[in-house]
């Protein structure tokens, strides 16, 4: 029989009023410069969630109040965030979040877009072909 793990909800540490400017500071960092900050925007909002101070019924009001976020997106920062707790090497890595929260949909998009520029390859060559074919004049005596 197994034991289901129980998480201990948090002490409340800080109010909502100084959590949130933190938050939204991180992610607007994080657009800018990757993964550290959307891993400190992610601890930030597990404090929130943990501290009881935003009902679960309320969440996805409170993130769209304060916040130019989705509850996805929410929540794919806080689940990178316990992953790097996982895994500190994670921040140092290449990979982006999304490859790391998402692997198997990352490596589907990327054989997606290489088709998609195969096929604009391929098209690019065909209209340089038929450029050519209208262009080219056959020689004559004359041009000899």
């Avoid at 982006?96 to 589907?108: G, N, R, V």
């Avoid at 209209?127 to 041009?143: A, F, G, H, K, V």
Wanted: hydrophobic fraction near 35%; proline fraction near 4%.
């Amino acid at each position: 029989m197994r034991a289901i793990a129980v998480k201990q909800k948090s002490q409340i540490a800080r109010p909502l009023s100084e959590l949130v400017p933190l938050i939204q500071e991180e992610i607007a960092a994080g657009n800018d410069a990757g993964k550290g900050h959307y891993y400190k925007a992610g601890k930030l909002l597990i404090e929130v969630r943990d501290s009881g101070q935003v009902a679960d019924f309320k969440w996805n009001k409170w993130l769209k109040e304060n916040f130019a976020l989705s509850q996805p997106t929410a929540y794919r920062y806080m689940t990178f965030a316990d992953r790097v707790d996982e895994d500190p090497s994670l921040l140092s890595t290449s990979r982006s979040m999304f490859e790391i929260l998402e692997p198997e949909e990352h490596q589907k998009r990327k054989v997606r877009r290489a088709a998609k520029q195969e096929a604009k390859l391929q098209r690019d060559i065909e209209l340089d072909l038929q450029i050519e074919r209208s262009q080219w004049t056959p020689w004559t005596n004359d041009d000899v």
